[in-house]
Nanobody, 124 residues
Framework: QVQLVESGGGSVQAGDSLRLSCAAS??????MGWFRQAPGKEREFVAC????????YSTDSMKGRFTISRDNSKNTVYLEMNSLKPEDTAVYYC???????????????????WGQGTQVTVSS
């Protein structure tokens, strides 16, 4: 069982930046991703990265603003968020798949491990 712990959330102004971190309790040689969930909305895919960082994917609305990266020596995945908007307000979750052979995956049900989430609030 892999434990995931997110950190780095907070309350910021529109246009500010935040860097979220997700520390895993063990090495995850598999795809990891970030999702977010705003009040009253379904969990939404943000970005994912394959085990060696060779492939990343994010939704069109976040490309150019959000960047996912990982440092396997630290068992940590990051989400750099720039030019934040009020509509980015949500709880951000880190997730990991346990299959080392998978590539890009964007469906929440395809992830096996989840963190508790970190709140990001962006005010105008």
């Amino acid at each position: 069982q892999v434990q995931l712990v997110e950190s780095g959330g907070g309350s910021v102004q529109a246009g500010d930046s935040l860097r979220l971190s997700c520390a895993a309790s063990a090495r995850t040689f598999s795809t990891m991703g970030w999702f977010r969930q705003a009040p009253g909305k379904e969990r939404e895919f943000v970005a994912c990265i394959t085990w060696n960082g060779a492939s990343t994917y994010s939704t069109d609305s976040m490309k150019g603003r959000f960047t996912i990266s990982r440092d396997n020596s630290k068992n940590t995945v990051y989400l750099e968020m720039n030019s934040l908007k009020p509509e980015d307000t949500a709880v951000y979750y880190c997730a990991a798949n346990r299959n080392p052979l998978v590539g890009v995956i964007i469906t929440p049900g395809d992830y096996d491990y989840w963190g508790q989430g970190t709140q990001v609030t962006v005010s105008s």
